[in-house]
């Protein structure tokens, strides 16, 4: 009992490192070909537009309420020590050091990856990847290297823009709702941001775009089995994207407290 | 000429080609037939070194070189003699039939799009699409989709074609249209083609060569007279397509 138990857990072990291993294989494989020739800039903007353009309403939407949640939440406790004064500052220092980056990436990982997920997965399947290498073309230039870029460069792009956003927020209820002085929120906000803490945030949001490129592009290569293969990819590919981008902030986190 | 020579393939437990050998000569269309699942499109993903054999002393070459053990690039280069036509198109969804077509030359060269356009316009002609280069694949038919995945495979003029059930799913007018086309390739560009099916009115009508897939092995070959002859109780009971014989008495028994 005891010795299958061992058995079943060694099992587990070694499958999650064989699954770390592969997501590191892609990505060396990913960043040799991100300088390989034909560079094809179009598929980048269009993948671009696709993760960041159109992810800005749902961006817009979550860091909008988020702000405004962070705000009421901070007045509710710091009322009770007479410190509402310094709303303005837990608002922008969450947002920007944790919330911002870690609630943007989980929407993309939520909304793009599952997509990314699926559609490579679909091309799996209808054996579009296999016609890909008779034709010579690797399908990891052809349809990692795009995504991954897009990606690297519009989630902190996001992130930046959820920041800005999620303040906004907490303006509208420090402003209008809790009496603060718009100037002084302001000054407040500017006061508190530091470049470090600007540096931190994009420094993870950065990391995390790398997850979410990777991880949902692995499961829709990985794809077996038609259209329910399609569907266990896209929902195994957002799980773990979710739990490894929260591992990774976690581990951000801790080594940024240490080195502060 | 391209020698497949002792390749193993195993996908589990469950073996697929088990130390088969054959032989395609240059310019025939040698048609493979066999039960669905038996490993003929293993086979030929293997021609085309999508897959690699399981045993190392296995070799496939292709005009003498032996492609299991080629690089990437050298593999490539390889491949440029061939054409795919997949059992359901393969088609990109993303691009349109005409980029579809087009799709190596708008990936590795900088031709003039007019003179792209004539190419594709060209290869679509011969299989009868003329016109439809702006349209998208998920609006054409089954018929039309394998008909455009041979327009793409026949636009870099490959030396060897492969089909993977080119008849698969389609009417029987569509079929023979596509059988006919097949034919005209091998008669008009002179091609070495391969094709996988299990359709028998296909196979007769356009092998010069049929080889039969049985558990992993190649267990007759013959011309298509030679097969309709044939006396061997498997592939007798495969081409009269009866539900009583050896095969299913293996399966029964297993």
């Not at chain 1, 699954?19 to 494989?29: D, H, I, K, P, S």
């Not at chain 1, 598929?43 to 949640?69: C, T, Y």
């Not at chain 2, 041979?150 to 993977?164: F, Q, T």
């Amino acid at each position: 009992m005891i010795k299958r138990r061992i058995g079943n857990l060694g099992a587990k072990i070694l499958s999650c490192i064989e699954y770390l291993g592969g997501l590191l294989v892609l990505l060396f494989n990913n960043i040799l070909q991100v300088f390989s020739r034909p560079f094809k800039l179009d598929r980048i903007l269009f993948q671009s537009k696709v993760i960041g353009v159109e992810s800005l309403p749902i961006v817009s939407l979550v860091a909008f309420f988020l702000g405004m949640i962070l705000a009421f939440q901070t007045a509710y406790m710091l009322s009770k020590m007479g410190s509402e004064i310094y709303i303005a500052n837990i608002v922008a220092l969450s947002l920007v050091r944790e919330l911002g980056p870690v609630l943007t990436s989980l929407v993309v990982a939520g909304r793009n990856g599952a997509s990314i997920t699926a559609e490579i997965g679909t091309m799996k399947v209808s054996e579009q990847i296999d016609a890909l290498e008779t034709l010579a073309t690797n399908p990891i230039r052809y349809l990692v290297v795009p995504r991954f870029l897009a990606l690297f460069f519009m989630v902190p792009l996001l992130v930046i823009y959820a920041d800005l956003i999620g303040i906004a927020g907490g303006w509208l209820v420090c402003v209008q709702k809790l009496g603060v002085n718009s100037h002084f929120y302001i000054k407040m906000v500017t006061e508190a941001i530091e470049y470090k803490d600007i540096f931190t945030g994009l420094l993870k949001s950065f990391v995390f775009a790398i997850i979410i490129a990777i991880v949902s592009c692995y499961h829709g290569m990985k794809v077996e089995g038609g259209a329910e293969g399609v569907g266990r990819a896209t929902t195994v590919s957002v799980v773990n994207s979710f739990i490894l981008i929260i591992v990774a902030d976690c581990i951000f986190t801790a080594i940024f407290y240490f080195l502060k | 000429m391209i020698k497949i020579e002792n390749i193993s393939k195993k996908f589990g437990n469950h073996i697929v080609l088990d130390k088969l050998n054959l032989e395609i000569k240059d310019g025939e269309t040698l048609v493979i037939i066999g039960r669905s699942g038996c490993g003929k499109s293993v086979l030929l993903k293997h021609i085309v070194g999508l897959l690699i054999p399981d045993n190392l002393d296995a070799k496939v070459i292709v005009d003498g070189v032996n492609i299991t053990k080629l690089t990437w690039k050298e593999l490539n280069e390889i491949r440029n003699k061939f054409g795919v036509v997949f059992q359901g198109g393969a088609l990109f969804d993303s691009l349109s039939v005409g980029e579809n077509v087009g799709f190596k030359y708008l990936e590795y060269s900088n031709i003039p799009r007019d003179e792209l356009y004539k190419k594709v316009e060209e290869a679509l002609h011969l299989v009868d699409l003329s016109g439809i280069q702006n349209v998208l694949p998920s609006e054409l038919s089954g018929g039309m989709r394998k008909r455009a995945a041979l327009a793409r495979a026949i636009c870099l003029k490959p030396e060897i074609i492969l089909y993977d059930e080119p008849t698969t799913g389609v009417d029987p007018i569509t079929a023979d249209s596509i059988n006919e086309l097949i034919r005209s390739m091998h008669d008009q560009l002179k091609v070495t083609s391969i094709v996988v099916t299990h359709d028998m009115v296909s196979a007769y009508k356009i092998a010069d060569r049929i080889v039969m897939l049985y558990k992993g092995k190649i267990i007759a070959e013959g011309t298509p007279r030679e097969i309709q002859n044939t006396t061997h109780p498997v592939v007798k009971q495969f081409i009269t397509g009866s539900s009583h014989g050896p095969i299913t008495e293996t399966i029964d028994g297993f």
